[in-house]
């Protein structure tokens, strides 16, 4: 079994995907507690009203960049997936 590192999931992550992201108010930031890598706000720049909105951009998202995070999450990531799952529903309602 090959068990990949953060650092080398992240990879995929390039530099262009995370300044699209960031122009949106979103990255996938790595945390230390829950999922390793969360879709969260970028706080700093102000521009989403919380994290809920981040996933819902990333989820529903029809950018290379929402692809490759959404790709990330979801092939390695199993608890922040659900949480995009949960955001896409409330999009849905």
């Known amino acids: 079994m090959n068990i ?3 650092d ?5 992550w390039t530099a262009e995907h995370q300044c699209a992201a960031l122009k949106e108010g ?8 829950g999922s390793p890598v969360q879709v969260q706000r970028d ?8 994290d809920d909105t981040a996933m819902m951009m990333v989820r529903t998202g ?4 929402h692809s490759v995070a959404r790709k990330i999450i ?8 659900a949480l995009l799952e949960q955001a896409a ?4 309602t």
């Open 43 to 50: 706080d700093a720049a102000g521009i989403l009203p919380n």
């Open 26 to 33: 979103w990255d996938l930031f790595t945390a230390t507690d």
């Open 8 to 12: 080398q999931i992240m990879d995929a």
């Open 62 to 65: 029809t950018g290379a960049h």
């Open 4 to 6: 990949k590192s953060v």
């Open 89 to 92: 529903a409330q999009v849905r």
């Open 74 to 81: 979801h092939d390695y990531f199993p608890e922040e997936w």
